[in-house]
């Protein structure tokens, strides 16, 4: 009986990080961007591919940003969210929003309060509703 208790475990710990190495190669994601405002427009889900180019999103009727996803170099695991706010005031971050210290879905923020979470692209990944594809949005400079 211990040996096969143990050997179920074993195989659920190998399932496991295989799953995760299969999250952790993921192309595609979904952002969801909050402006962190009460009483504010609700956050949007957006779907970035992993280093396609920057896109132009409007956020409600106050924000619009400059997206990016982008592997940090040497550590292809860590993923930052590079952003940047067009309106109402222009400014500029690179946020990590996967690494192996990041829970799947834990918010990271901005220096002006924007807040971001990543979570791998799959159909049944819970969140806010609507997702926005960025394919047919402009292209932008960060």
């Not at 096969?4 to 190495?21: E, N, R, Y």
């Not at 779907?47 to 409600?60: A, E, F, N, S, Y």
Request: net charge positive.
């Amino acid at each position: 009986m211990r040996k096969l208790i143990l050997s179920a475990a074993a195989c659920a710990a190998m399932v496991g990080v295989a799953l995760a190495q299969i999250e952790a190669s993921s192309s595609t994601y979904f952002l969801d961007v909050d402006p962190a405002r009460y009483a504010g427009p609700a956050g949007q889900r957006l779907t970035l591919r992993v280093g396609d180019q920057p896109r132009h999103v409007t956020i409600g009727t106050q924000d619009e940003i400059c997206v990016q996803l982008q592997r940090v170099d040497g550590k292809g695991e860590v993923i930052n969210a590079r952003i940047r706010a067009l309106g109402p005031r222009p400014q500029a971050a690179d946020v990590r929003v996967v690494a192996p210290d990041i829970a799947p879905g834990t918010y990271r923020s901005t220096p002006w309060g924007l807040l971001l979470r990543a979570l791998p692209g799959k159909p049944d990944a819970q969140g806010l509703g609507e997702t926005v594809g960025t394919d047919n949005a402009p292209v932008c400079a960060i």
